[in-house]
């Protein structure tokens, strides 16, 4: 049966409004550039896969000068985005429009219910991020003060998911065991590669059925977990396999 049930944070219990990818295609669509929502899901799966610590985003990274890290970021997801031939010049003008680029931060829908009620039955709860500051901060502006047993960010460990090791350290300050903790996060390449490297048992949110193939338990809203996780119900093993790589 499982005990601990560990969260991540930005885009899983925390959303941007409009998220970042949603004012990028708004801004490629000022620049006359028509995306339709399958090339949309194509970025954004993209999007996930860049982020999770990739040799790409490697890659970009080391190239130096931030202003135009953000510039080749554009052009990389111009061509996820299935944009035949990518200008240099327009990506950077979309780069230039995120000066303007101020989201709302919002709980996740049904968050601060699923928390609830998933303390209500006896879970232990925690959170770890990729972030590289403190949670603290973040779970008051949420409203999530004493939702947490405790809160993890990479930075505090220097560890960043997919790397197992930032949970394997969730684990044991959760008191509890790899095989009856749970991970839920929404991005497959970060949060349900390392969950399941950690030996826990990997959630996938995902509302928008980005990884339709995935070989996990996947939910489209926060409360399926609370039906899931019923005290007199047994969850179902986790599905184990291999993930195509982002294409």
Not at 174 to 184: A, C, K
Request: net charge negative.
């Amino acid at each position: 049966m499982i005990q601990s049930v560990l969260f991540d944070l930005d885009g899983t219990l925390k959303i941007n409004v409009p998220s970042g990818l949603d004012a990028f295609v708004n801004y490629a669509r000022e620049q006359g550039i028509p995306l339709d929502e399958p090339a949309i899901r194509a970025g954004e799966r993209w999007n996930h896969w860049y982020w999770a610590r990739s040799a790409a985003l490697a890659e970009d990274l080391a190239q130096g000068e931030e202003l135009d890290f953000w510039v080749r970021y554009s052009v990389r997801l111009l061509q996820a985005l299935q944009v035949a031939e990518v200008d240099p010049l327009v990506a950077a003008n979309i780069t230039q429009r995120f000066a303007a680029y101020s989201p709302k931060a919002c709980l996740n829908d049904g968050a601060h219910e699923t928390l609830t009620a998933l303390r209500a039955a006896g879970y232990t709860l925690g959170l770890v991020s990729n972030r590289s500051t403190p949670l603290q901060q973040a779970v008051s502006d949420l409203g999530l003060d004493g939702c947490f047993a405790f809160t993890l960010a990479a930075g505090e460990v220097s560890m960043w998911k997919p790397d197992p090791g930032i949970l394997t350290e969730a684990i044991r300050r959760s008191n509890g065991q790899p095989e009856t903790s749970i991970y839920v996060g929404d991005n497959y390449y970060a949060d349900v590669i390392s969950a399941r490297a950690a030996g826990m048992v990997p959630v996938l949110l995902d509302p928008r059925a980005i990884f339709p193939e995935a070989d996990c338990r996947v939910i489209g809203r926060l409360p399926e977990l609370v039906d899931w996780l019923a005290p007199q119900a047994a969850p179902d093993p986790s599905v184990r396999g291999e993930m195509p790589p982002a294409r």
